[in-house]
Each structure stands twice: as C-alpha cells, then as structure tokens.
C-alpha cells in the first residue's frame, strides 16, 4: 500500500516517515509533501492508496483535501493526523470516510505497530466491503443486459412506440460496452427482418446506437416490408395497445384473434414470429412488467395489484412475479426503496 504524508510541519512529517515501521505492516511511504495543494500535485502524478495528513494546514487543509480527492480520487483513503483531540473533529473525518483520527498530542511510539496495524486491518475491509459492492453492481447490469437482450431479440418493439421508447430509456442506463453486446445480438433479427446486408457499425455511444436503430425500425416500416406484413404490423400494434388498456382482464389467444379477424392458428404463428414468444408469455410479462411498475409507484398494495392485474390467487400471482423478477412482490417492493 502506497502512502503519502502531508503535514505543513517538516520535523513532524519527517518524524512520522522515520518512526514507523512501514514495510512491517505492508506500507511504502512514496512521497511526503507540505500542505494540500502540493498533495494535490502529487497525487495527480504517483499512485497513492493511503494519505496520512495533518487537518491545520495553508491554503487547503487536511478535511479540505480529503473532500477534494472524494471527487477526484475517489478509491484513496485517509487516516488524520491533528494536535486537537476534540470530538467533533474525530467524528467529522470518519464521516468523510477516514480511515483513522490520530492525536498528535496522546501519540506515542510505543503505538506505532497498534495504529499500523489497526489502519492496515480498516484498509483491508473498505477493499472487501468496495470489491463485494463492485460485484453487486456488476451482477445488477448483467441482470439489466439480459433483460435488455430478451427483449431487443423479440422485436416487439418494431411495432409498439411504447416498448421501443420504453427499451431506448432502459438501454440508456447501460454501458456502451454491454449495448454493444445486446445490439451485435439483435442484429442479425433486424436484418433478417429487412433483408439488410452489412455489418454493425462501430459507434461512440449509447445514444448514437439508438438513432441508428431508429433509422432501421422506419427503414423495416417504410421499404422492407410486404403489404401483407404491412397490415399484420397494423394489426399486431392494435393488439398490443388492447393488451395495454386490459391488462387486468383474462385475454386469451383465440378472442383477441376474432378481434382483429384473423383465425387463432394464423395469430398464433404469427405473433410469435414477430414478438419472439407466445400470445400468452407476452400477456404474462406485460402483466408482470405492470406489476413492478406499479410496485415501485408505492400507491397501492401487492394484494390490490394482483387483483386488478386479474390474479384472485395472490400466492400465484406471487410465484409468477418471482419467476419473472427473481424476487417475491414484497422483496421487490423493498429493494425499490433503497434504489
């Protein structure tokens, strides 16, 4: 562990360098510098993991400098130094995020090995608690990416603005990285739908993707697609804004198939064609996706959502929810206030 010491005051600052036994406890002192500006510049220059430094200093000082590196350096930690032993300064820096208050005045060598020791140890458990959190997030945008590809591969979205608006708002919350990855996926789908030729392009951002996949959904709409295909898109999206506005009934295949005149055989073929699943995995996860959104609004309880998204049997309704969000409705609901 790499570590810096600022203090205004050169026997103090070179003391401490001297007095502790670093290497001991896994520490290399890499640069000692006199006030925070100077921290500043170093820091910009050399890979530091730890600064021990002195709170009264000029120009910047200590709880100045810690507060200026959470912006720019977020992954450093801190340990004070300060010839005051009040309180409220201890408390001050812990809730900055110091590792360690230590009085210049109670300091002892005879406590050099405890305070290393004890930095080391605090140090150790900010990497862990920093690592499992970095796994957490990253396990929540493998979730999202997976959601995202099941849904872009459906191409649903061709013909209802809403889950094209709704996709582009969601894969805006993703990396560039993990948009490629969903779009290279899905379009080889895009193409077959438009007889395309070509490769994905390479592009900056998330929102350069979008508009180009924009210009391919007016490009299927516009050119690539029959006369026939033209009336089933017209068809399909009048079914998806029926689901939308009846979301609680029991819709079933064949009567939503006599509503737009088409035989439940045909409909069937061809909704899966066009949506990736069937007429009832569809109805299934927009009841679903309703749910969590309405989980998430907070105004009404689990119990009410189940049965106005037509489920008498809230035990059901919960084992469907789980199966769709990974979750039961209560969990969900909890999750969605700490978000």
């Not at 945008?141 to 809403?162: G, H, Y």
């Amino acid at each position: 562990m790499n570590v810096l010491i600022v203090d205004d005051d050169k026997l103090a600052r070179k003391g401490l360098v001297a007095i502790m036994d670093w290497k001991k406890y896994g520490f290399e002192v890499v640069g000692d510098v006199q006030n925070g500006r100077k921290a500043l510049e170093f820091l910009r220059n050399h890979p530091v993991d730890i600064v021990f430094t002195d709170i009264d200093m000029p120009e910047i000082d200590g709880l100045e400098l810690m507060q200026m590196c959470g912006e720019e350096f977020p992954e450093i930690k801190f340990v004070i130094l300060s010839v005051y032993e009040s309180f409220s300064y201890a408390q001050t820096a812990i809730r900055m995020g110091a590792l360690d208050y230590i009085s210049k005045i109670s300091f002892s060598p005879e406590e050099c090995g405890t305070i290393l020791e004890r930095v080391r140890a605090k140090y150790m458990q900010t990497c862990r608690d920093g690592h499992a959190e970095e796994e957490k997030q990253e396990k929540v945008e493998e979730e999202k990416v997976e959601e995202l590809n099941r849904r872009w591969m459906q191409t649903r979205w061709i013909f209802s603005e809403k889950e094209f608006e709704d996709l582009c708002q969601k894969t805006k919350e993703i990396s560039l990285r993990s948009a490629e990855r969903i779009f290279v996926k899905s379009f080889h789908n895009i193409q077959l739908l438009s007889d395309g030729e070509g490769e994905f392009p390479s592009m900056d951002t998330v929102e350069e993707m979008l508009d180009w996949v924009h210009r391919w959904r007016e490009h299927i709409y516009e050119e690539s697609l029959s006369s026939s295909q033209k009336n089933d898109i017209s068809a399909f999206a009048a079914v998806i804004k029926y689901v939308d506005g009846h979301i609680g009934e029991n819709l079933r295949s064949e009567d939503v198939a006599e509503r737009i005149g088409m035989s439940r055989s045909y409909f069937s073929t061809r909704f899966k064609e066009m949506t990736g699943e069937t007429f009832h995995q569809y109805v299934i996860h927009r009841k679903m996706k309703t749910a969590a959104e309405w989980i998430e609004e907070g105004k009404k309880s689990i119990t009410r959502i189940a049965v106005e998204l037509g489920y008498d049997n809230f035990h059901y309704f919960a084992k469907v929810f789980a199966r769709e969000h990974g979750c039961m409705p209560s969990e969900y609901r909890k999750e969605s206030k700490n978000v």
